[in-house]
């Protein structure tokens, strides 16, 4: 019986695989909402949603980790006013809505977004 492997590999290795979902997490806090492909909606979703939760502790290894993911900048924007308008949720940070598909390549688009 074989172990199966957890999330997906976005046909890139493990270092570029992370850029790339470290890219669209960014792109999500500084915009607050993002076009992509619907797998990779996917992927950034429990990331996101991990990082807010960390967020709300707000104690310095939660700021540092944030930064180290997120950068200086976007890490504050994250404490300073995303996360204090989850306060009172305790999950559920991100909404992936399908849009269909891509003319181009027919990929599955969706919109990632916070939840107001």
Do not use: C, W
């Not at 993911?69 to 300073?80: A, C, R, T, Y």
């Not at 940070?93 to 027919?106: D, M, P």
Request: proline content about 2%; charged content about 35%.
């Amino acid at each position: 019986m074989l172990k199966r492997n957890k999330g997906k590999k976005h046909s890139r290795e493990r270092s570029q695989r992370k850029a790339l979902l470290q890219s669209v997490a960014r792109a999500l806090v500084e915009r607050e909402k993002v076009r992509t492909t619907l797998a990779k909606a996917k992927a950034v979703s429990p990331l996101v949603d991990k990082l807010v939760t960390r967020a709300k502790k707000g104690d310095v290894a939660a700021r540092r980790e944030i930064a180290r993911v997120l950068g200086q900048e976007l890490g504050k924007k994250m404490m300073g006013t995303i996360v204090p308008s989850f306060e009172q949720r305790k999950g559920g940070y991100t909404r992936v809505i399908k849009l269909g598909k891509n003319k181009e390549n027919s990929a599955e688009m969706a919109i990632l977004e916070f939840v107001k």
